[in-house]
């Protein structure tokens, strides 16, 4: 039994000419004293606007764009009992997985700058060497085999 205007609560809505229509919706509806006690009939008791939508037997954007007063009560009323409502807590968990994945990818984009550094490092040391090594090679009279190169056709 709703606590507040019988006739004008969204919870007591029949099939009766006399039902009250969802313009004279109170925002302390008894559906969102169900839902909040854990204890809903036509809902599965998510502390979403989508449970309250279905608990009083409306269609989501009746409550979004035409009652948004009644949304706001419900979720002020969530956090005031210090719950998170179910959507900001997935929220909150996609928020900290796209955190720990933002931490890994600048993990392996560092690694990949210091791999890149130490072959450019590499790179540079061969390439000081190469001539000191040709010299030396030319002096001592060895001889070098060249090793066939395999040629592969353009594009």
Given at each position: ?155
């Amino acid at each position: 039994m709703c606590v507040h205007k019988r006739e004008q609560a969204l919870c007591h809505r029949d099939t009766t000419p006399t039902a009250p229509a969802l313009v004279h919706c109170v925002p302390a509806c008894r559906n969102i004293d169900r839902i909040l006690a854990g204890a809903p009939k036509n809902s599965n008791g998510a502390l979403t606007i989508v449970a309250l939508a279905q608990e009083a037997d409306v269609p989501r954007n009746a409550l979004t764009q035409l009652h948004p007063d009644v949304w706001e009560n419900f979720y002020a009323r969530v956090r005031a009992l210090g719950r998170i409502p179910d959507s900001e807590a997935r929220q909150r968990k996609q928020i900290v997985k796209l955190k720990e994945l933002r931490a890994a990818d600048a993990r392996e984009l560092q690694e990949l700058r210091d791999d890149r550094q130490a072959l450019v490092q590499v790179v540079n040391q061969l390439t000081l060497e190469n001539p000191r090594l040709h010299s030396a090679l030319i002096e001592s009279g060895g001889r070098v085999r060249v090793l066939p190169v395999r040629r592969h056709p353009g594009p």
